[in-house]
């Protein structure tokens, strides 16, 4: 498959990650923000092939995982309602709320739907004109573009009993606010390639100059993302701090201009909470006045909700790159897959999933060969095979 394949060449790999250990003389810390790129970079064990001075630090990229506890919370009061039809995709089903989740909601009786586009979502309120259907829109500047179509769509269609449960994020303000916290580490970062292929990378610039760090736009292939790696290890060596585009195929500087059109039109900017992290100023958006009243949180009685975050998880020092999964005490005992605490270990992208899925479960494992051959843990899996991804998983359950 073209752009696949041809970025998970073994070989080419083993070029790549000898010339950063050719340019590396200091010890670095870099972030990817995007959960996809985590769990590439797990899967592949390009963290552990890396030399020892390159420490890649797993940033709040999963747009499942930073959706705060009270948003969760208003989804499940709202869901429960007899006249409503809640639709969502399928990963927010088992994120965990303050005492259920949505399967939980489904199994009471609640009429739950699992979409693959909001406009299937659509498509069941003018299907359904005497219920209220309610999409659940999450995610990054990656999945606002066709939510925001969505409400256009309804509204201009004149379908009243459509609305949006808003919690979009953005990127740029959470490096900010990573690079601002008093325990921040990171030294560089590598950006994800599908935001900046939507929003383009007009806002990196003043960032990379005000902290004096270097920004990649990287993809999510093992090529991609150590040729990000490479590229950020070199500015970082020469004392180097701007923004480098290494995935030109689906970037361009200046993004989707018809996307970013119509989230202006349909959204504006708000501080926005992120789930164990806290409020970042000017990180979300919400539906603009022009389309408040497909708002989901102003047609429902849901603004005051508390909600109750379980003391044993610690996923917010995980999204802040504070804490890899596997020191966490609970990771692996107390929450798995199957009982989750918190949304880290329940999401496709998220970094508690990913160590779990690829068994990470203690310590760094050991490494034999350049690029490829194989990755044993010291749990009881291992995964083996080369950086092209055709490996084999065995796991204990």
């Known amino acids: 498959m073209k752009y696949l394949e041809e970025f998970q060449n073994p070989e080419l790999a083993g070029r790549l990650l000898a010339d950063i250990r ?8 870099l972030m990817e923000v995007c959960g996809g790129q985590t769990h590439s970079i797990i899967r592949h064990g390009i963290d552990q092939l890396l030399p020892e ?3 890649l630090i797993h940033g709040p990229g999963c747009p499942v995982c930073v959706t705060p506890l009270e948003m969760i919370d208003r989804a499940l009061a709202i869901a429960a309602r007899p006249e409503v039809i809640f639709c969502s995709f399928g990963d927010m089903l088992r994120v965990p709320g303050s005492e259920r989740d949505l399967f939980r909601v489904r199994g009471e009786g609640g009429d739950v739907r699992v ?3 909001p406009l299937d979502a659509l498509r069941i309120a003018q299907e359904n004109p005497q219920r209220e259907v309610v999409f659940f829109g999450i995610g990054f500047e990656t999945t606002a573009p066709p939510n925001a179509m969505t409400v256009y769509q309804a509204k201009k269609l004149g379908i009243r009993n459509f609305s949006l449960l808003v919690s979009h994020v953005r990127v740029p303000p959470a490096i900010e606010a990573i690079m601002r916290s008093p325990d921040c580490r990171v030294q560089g970062f590598l950006a994800a390639g599908h935001v900046c292929s ?3 990378i007009d806002e990196y610039p003043e960032l990379a100059a ?3 760090v270097p920004i990649v736009v990287t993809g999510f292939e093992p090529l991609d993302i150590l040729e990000g790696i490479r590229r950020t290890v070199r500015q970082l060596e020469r ?3 701007v923004v480098d585009n290494a995935y030109p195929r689906a970037v361009r500087p200046e993004g989707n201009p018809a996307a970013k059109a119509m989230l202006a039109d349909v959204f504006e900017v708000t501080d926005r909470a992120w789930r164990g992290i806290g409020v970042i ?25 508390t909600p109750c975050e379980p003391a044993q998880c610690r996923s917010g020092e995980v999204l802040q790159g504070q804490l890899k999964p596997s020191e966490c005490e609970a990771f692996g005992t ?3 897959p199957r009982t989750p605490l918190g949304a880290t270990m329940v999401s496709s992208e998220g970094a508690c999933a990913a160590y779990y899925l690829y068994r990470r479960l203690s310590g760094p494992a050991s490494v034999s060969g350049p690029a490829s051959g194989s990755v044993s843990g010291p749990a009881s899996g291992s995964v083996s095979g080369s950086v092209s991804g055709s490996q084999e998983v065995s796991t204990v359950a």
């Open 281 to 305: 100023p000017a990180s979300g958006w919400r539906l603009s006045p022009r389309y408040r009243d497909q708002d989901a949180e102003h047609r429902f009685p849901v603004s005051d909700i």
């Open 53 to 55: 001075e390159v420490e």
């Open 210 to 212: 005000r902290h004096r």
């Open 22 to 29: 050719a340019t590396v003389t200091r010890p670095w810390a």
């Open 198 to 200: 939507v929003m383009g």
């Open 334 to 336: 107390v929450c798995t």
């Open 115 to 117: 979409v693959y586009s």
């Open 239 to 241: 004392g180097e701090h």
